[in-house]
């Protein structure tokens, strides 16, 4: 066997390790970081949504309106037009569950009022509160 063959049978396996190692860990701490930076994201979308919610509950608590039926309908209604502006991304869109798995604002009419409690992404949420999913009370 010739010395260039050797070195190269020797050299060869660590360089392919080291290479698939390299690899390796690129890939992981690029999927984290965008992860993260996803997360980061969606969150501040989020809590965009959930600050129009709070303004619309503070206004009726200023002008004393929280025990007026038309006045909480107003506000649900104003809330539900500012929320459903809210972009994320070219095709996403918030859409806001109860406490208690009841669809109550979504851009397609036909699943508001739908009950998702069973579904596994409604449990996960619901487990790991305030990760992406913000779930409120009521």
């Given at each position: 066997?010739?010395?260039?063959?050797?070195i190269l049978?020797?050299?060869?396996?660590?360089?392919?390790?080291?290479?698939?190692?390299?690899?390796?860990?690129?890939y992981y701490f690029s999927r984290e970081a965008i992860t993260n930076l996803a997360e980061t994201w969606l969150e501040t979308r989020l809590s965009e949504?959930?600050?129009?919610?709070?303004?619309q509950v503070e206004l009726l608590h200023r002008y004393g309106l929280e025990a007026v039926p038309a006045s909480i309908a107003k506000?649900?209604?104003?809330?539900?037009t500012a929320i459903a502006s809210i972009e994320v991304g070219k095709?996403?869109?918030v859409f806001v569950?109860?406490?208690?798995?009841i669809i109550t604002l979504h851009p397609d009419k036909d699943l508001v009022g739908r009950g998702v409690r069973g579904e596994a992404w409604f449990k996960e949420i619901?487990?790991?509160q305030?990760?992406?999913?913000?779930?409120?009370?009521?």
């Amino acid at each position: 066997m010739k010395t260039y063959s050797k070195i190269l049978l020797a050299v060869l396996p660590l360089a392919l390790f080291f290479l698939f190692l390299t690899m390796g860990t690129i890939y992981y701490f690029s999927r984290e970081a965008i992860t993260n930076l996803a997360e980061t994201w969606l969150e501040t979308r989020l809590s965009e949504a959930l600050q129009i919610a709070e303004e619309q509950v503070e206004l009726l608590h200023r002008y004393g309106l929280e025990a007026v039926p038309a006045s909480i309908a107003k506000a649900k209604m104003d809330a539900s037009t500012a929320i459903a502006s809210i972009e994320v991304g070219k095709l996403g869109y918030v859409f806001v569950v109860s406490a208690q798995g009841i669809i109550t604002l979504h851009p397609d009419k036909d699943l508001v009022g739908r009950g998702v409690r069973g579904e596994a992404w409604f449990k996960e949420i619901k487990r790991e509160q305030n990760r992406i999913g913000i779930l409120g009370a009521g």
